[in-house]
């Protein structure tokens, strides 16, 4: 085939998907110009080298399980604090580990964020709000080390993709632990996240999550719904999401981008052409790009 008539048949591919977009759309709260382009990113700057501490317990000792990160530190000269990471993996609540999240916690190290890459308790076995309280400790934890760990406690930003997303939104949007003295998460990065609960018909990792379906426990899934708890004091979001996604639709992601702007939240939202929920994931890197500057943005400047 010709370079000719390769050309012509992408194009002829391609106008049956226009109305879902041929190349990425980014939107934002703030009125700036849309971003449009898939062109590949620049290398992370500065790019500082790191250290990778696994398998850190982060959970006090009376925790009903043991709970571990990846603790990852750059190597930023002067004695400076940094800005620090949460980092969660997907999953369905269920399943999968901090490996899954290794590239990205990699990835904020080189740019300066102390990085907590973190394992958490899996439903069924442990159900909502449990998840969550893990996510509190591990935040608690950062917050014990800040002195160690040279950590800013005012920009520790939490990174999630599927459920990781939303236990971070959900962090964001509720808050730390109850009673702590300590600030939350400063931003958001979620990807293919699952924002309102409710959107399900009853299946079964979010069934098994919440302990019940949503006539049973329809307060839970309120609860549990991180864009039914946007408020204006909720932290801004960077959303990244596939536009064929069928896992978690992307409706997901407009709704959550749509109840941020109402609630006057900094967000943006990146929608990933031609992508399904794992391949949103597995070939994310220009939405991630753009979610990195968007922290560096929302924490003033880069790192």
Not at 78 to 95: D, E, F, I, T
Not at 154 to 165: D, E, K, Q, T
Not at 280 to 292: H, K, Q, R, V
Request: hydrophobic share 40%; glycine share 10%; charged share 20%.
């Amino acid at each position: 085939m010709g370079p000719r008539r390769a050309r012509l048949l992408g194009l002829a591919l391609c106008l049956p998907l226009l109305a879902a977009g041929c190349a990425a759309t980014h939107l934002s709260t703030d009125g700036s110009p849309a971003i449009r382009d898939t062109a590949s990113p620049a290398a992370p700057s500065p790019g500082y080298s790191f250290r990778r501490l696994d398998d850190r317990p982060y959970t006090p000792p009376d925790w009903p399980q043991s709970l571990t990160a990846d603790l990852y530190l750059p190597d930023t000269p002067g004695s400076s604090r940094r800005p620090a990471a949460l980092v969660v993996h997907g999953g369905g609540w269920q399943r999968r580990g901090p490996e899954d999240m290794a590239d990205i916690a990699e990835r904020l190290a080189a740019r300066g964020y102390v990085v907590a890459n973190i394992a958490y308790r899996f439903a069924p076995e442990y159900r909502f709000p449990a998840q969550l309280d893990d996510l509190r400790a591990a935040m608690d934890w950062l917050h014990a080390h800040a002195e160690a760990w040279r950590i800013d406690t005012r920009r520790i930003v939490g990174v999630g993709y599927s459920s990781g997303a939303h236990l971070v939104s959900l962090l964001a949007s509720r808050g730390p632990s109850p009673g702590g003295s300590h600030p939350g998460l400063a931003a958001v990065v979620a990807g293919g996240l699952p924002s309102d609960l409710l959107k399900f018909d009853d299946g079964r990792l979010v069934v098994e999550f919440i302990g019940g379906t949503r006539a049973e426990k329809r307060d839970a899934y309120v609860q549990a719904s991180p864009a039914r708890q946007v408020t204006p004091a909720t932290p801004p979001h960077f959303l990244f999401h596939g536009r064929l996604d069928a896992l978690v639709p992307v409706d997901h992601a407009t709704d959550m981008y749509a109840r941020l702007a109402a609630a006057g939240v900094p967000a943006e939202l990146y929608l990933q052409p031609l992508r399904g929920h794992i391949t949103s994931f597995l070939t994310g890197d220009d939405a991630l790009e753009a979610g990195l500057a968007f922290l560096e943005e929302q924490l003033g400047g880069e790192q």
